[in-house]
């Protein structure tokens, strides 16, 4: 017998018709045998609506409320999905994430699980039923509730998968799977039958919003295979898994533009040992994650530095950055927030050669400019101007054929 | 330092404007110098709109899930609650039923409560904390959500103030307190300023709709003081508590109509003993709560035996006493819903005498014909035509001067 943990998200059980369609999905696992572990978020806008409500009471409302607050929210779905498991004929029951033991630390709306007990899980599934668990909430250690934050219920699946060392994780959505870019963006993208964990985490990381990293990292530690699918039809969706031999025959896997970070060049600074360990030590101690840093090659004594930070911490960044212009006697600071990070993502770069240079000509040919670069072992990164952000992530898309790669990954492992 | 508890019905809190007008009562309650314990219901009509939605999914949802979803709706109150207690700068935590150890037996939906445990509520108060229960809802002794059924939260305020051993307990509501009759229907009903337990529980019992009998009974076991007021301003309603010697000055405290008995009728029955006995026995096995009874004195060997039955029992209540019928060998049996329970309560009756002649005179003045008679030491009950029972009410509020009654119970106790 095989152990299931499906998740439906917001938008699959956004109202009752939904929740019952996603119910005969639960019903359609459990009859064919598998013991189904059933994971919901909220429905639909409830989340949303429940943050208004609070911000009519208060600018300021405590973490600790807002938990207690939006843990409704999927507190109503459980209930909603095991009465339409019961209307189907099964038996189900619902838990919230307190009374299935999901402990978490104690921070308030971005809590991280610490541990579960599935001594009640085991036990409801032994007795034949489905067990449908609110996601995204958890307990602390002095049973104040608490929310796992954006992607929580994702976690929450995830999370049971592993610990309940599930045979497969349905992660169900509105969207057909994970593909080579945005679908929005790129009409003719391809739909991934296959990705590794570090392909996702870099293309999650990239603003694909598929999925959060932590849950994909968390998916990757544990060794929890899991497919992303869509709840409106019967597609086996994107299978996320461990990498394997012949997925290196794609060498690229797809491709993303963020639009989050904005850009700091400090020019005409003295050029010697040291200086860039001060500059980048002062952001560190004021907690800005900076992410690309590019530094040329100094002249007449002085170099450039340019890095990118997150747009919303761009003020406390040029603040600190005019500081060290003083201190290390640099002598301008300029900063561009109309900037755009296209990325090109697959294990295949490891083995194969030529990669960057295919994406810098196809760029070129698109007459974008490169303002900097940034590789890692799996993905090559540019910088360039906003505006032609839509247009360059198509050509480099094109460029690598990735609307042929859906077709290309083959049987699933 | 005394420990108050107060109570929000559903009205009180049915937006954020109206949770902000509670907090601040609580807040002046606490800047008094008393620990203050808030009780709130869902907010307006959250808890119809989740019976509504658990109606699309199916027509017989489980009660152990109905009780999942339903309890959401005070926790959404008690967050807001205690955030909008944070904005007027005090400190405020809110707990569910379950958190506070408001523990009760496993009958989802109408569950009673079995034990309170106030540690936590006592730590918080030490700590100078407003603290904000969910109503009408606990947890059972295996962790599952429970709800009080109708009234709930007001249970949950009594059994919190007497095992708080609170000095007082407020229930804010929407009326300005218990009048001598409902207002909708006598317009010149006056506000009682006090009224005993034993009064409120006939009315409450009659269906005067201000609090479940349950509530009110548990008030008095444990004596436990409690006001019902207005929380649309700063009167002090009406004060419910043990009588008082000089409470007796008061003949008649209210009058009230009900509309939810039907009558039996069995003719033709051979007069002997027994007859009634297995009568109501069988009714009894029924499980049909009897309320008013007559027999009239047999002619000729034989009598009629005429009672009421809730009107939803009517039908099994009619088949039952057909069976009985022909095994008495009674000649007849009819039946009536068209009727109505009108009722006179009052400590004083004790220690007066005329009330019931000046009760039956004001009707057969009115033209009223007064089918069925039944008398407590506190309350006289008949049973009249439906049609007459707003001419029957207003003619007997006008009898007993109930319109000044309101203006003669002097100071408060």
Not at 46 to 51: K, S, W
């Amino acid at each position: 017998m095989s152990l299931i943990v499906q998740k439906f998200g917001g938008t699959s059980v956004s109202d009752a018709q939904k929740i019952k369609r996603a119910a005969q999905r639960v019903a359609q696992a459990h009859k064919e045998g598998n013991q189904v572990v059933v994971v919901v978020s909220a429905m639909g806008d409830t989340t949303d609506e429940l943050f208004g409500l609070a911000h009519q009471i208060t600018e300021r409302p405590s973490a600790r409320e807002m938990d207690m607050l939006v843990s409704t929210g999927e507190q109503i779905s459980i209930a909603l999905m095991a009465m339409a498991i019961h209307a189907l004929g099964y038996e189900a029951i619902s838990f919230t994430g307190g009374q299935v033991g999901i402990v978490t630390d104690s921070r308030h709306t971005k809590a991280r699980i610490m541990k579960i007990d599935t001594k009640k899980i085991r036990e409801e599934l032994d007795k034949g039923r489905v067990v449908v668990v609110a996601g995204y909430q958890g307990i602390d250690a002095y049973n104040n509730i608490t929310t796992l934050g954006r992607g929580g219920s994702d976690a929450t699946a995830v999370a049971l998968a592993a610990i309940l060392k599930a045979d497969m994780c349905d992660i169900f959505t509105d969207v057909a799977g994970i593909y080579t870019a945005d679908p929005r963006v790129v009409p003719d993208a391809s739909k991934l039958e296959r990705i590794s964990y570090d392909e996702l985490l870099e293309l999650a990381s990239l603003g694909a919003q598929v999925m959060q990293a932590r849950s994909v990292e968390f998916a990757k530690k544990y060794n929890v295979p899991f497919r992303v699918r869509p709840s409106y039809n019967d597609s086996e969706g994107t299978l996320v898994c461990q990498e394997a031999k012949d997925m290196e025959d794609i060498v690229v896997s797809g491709a993303a533009v963020t639009r989050d970070e904005a850009k700091i060049t400090l020019r005409g600074v003295p050029d010697r040992p040291g200086v860039a360990a001060r500059l980048f030590g002062e952001l560190a101690r004021c907690n800005i994650n900076v992410d690309v840093i590019i530094q040329n090659i100094g002249s007449h004594g002085m170099t450039d530095i340019t890095f990118t930070v997150p747009k919303g911490d761009l003020q406390e960044a040029m603040e600190a950055t005019r500081k060290m212009k003083e201190e290390l006697q640099a002598q301008e600071v300029s900063a561009d927030s109309k900037i755009a990070k296209l990325s090109v993502v697959g294990i295949g770069m490891r083995s194969h050669c030529g990669v960057a240079e295919k994406m810098f000509s196809a760029l070129a040919q698109e007459g974008v400019n490169i303002q900097m670069i940034s590789t890692s072992e799996i993905k090559i990164s540019c910088v360039i101007d906003e505006s032609q952000a839509e247009r360059a992530l198509k050509a480099v898309h094109r460029a690598f054929e990735l609307h042929k790669v859906g077709e290309k990954t083959g049987a699933r492992g």
